[in-house]
Nanobody, 122 residues
Framework: QVQLVESGGGLVQAGGSLRLSCAAS????????MGWYRQAPGKQRELVAH??????????DSVKGRFTISRDNNAKAKNTVYLQMSSLKPEDTAVYYC?????????????WGQGTQVTVSS
């Protein structure tokens, strides 16, 4: 069973930075697309950014130029994805979830982490 474990959330002042990490355990293969979603109180979960196993990235318009997603696929840090967040705004406050999607032998998968709280104070 694949598990995604996030870390790095916390409280930061507006304009500050945080780095989120997500490590996948239990996978024998490189996960296809890994990404970050967030959910603020009373709002739907939304995509923040994702990165394919080949390194292609996609960002929500609201975070472009401020957030950077990256991943490690080497043997030691296999399936680890990071989200470097800079110039944080109060509206970035949310629970951030790590996600991995793809397929193995035509069998799809969609894994979620438990979430990590990011709070940006004004």
């Amino acid at each position: 069973q694949v598990q995604l474990v996030e870390s790095g959330g916390g409280l930061v002042q507006a304009g500050g930075s945080l780095r989120l990490s997500c490590a996948a355990s239990g996978s024998l293969f490189i996960l296809d697309t890994m990404g970050w979603y967030r959910q603020a109180p009373g709002k739907q979960r939304e995509l923040v950014a994702h990165i394919t196993r080949g390194g292609s990235t996609n960002y929500a318009d609201s975070v472009k130029g401020r957030f950077t997603i990256s991943r490690d696929n080497n043997a030691k840090a296999k399936n680890t994805v990071y989200l470097q967040m800079s110039s944080l705004k109060p509206e970035d406050t949310a629970v951030y979830y790590c996600n991995a999607v793809g397929s193995v032998a035509v069998l799809p998968y969609n894994y979620w982490g438990q979430g990590t709280q990011v709070t940006v104070s004004s």
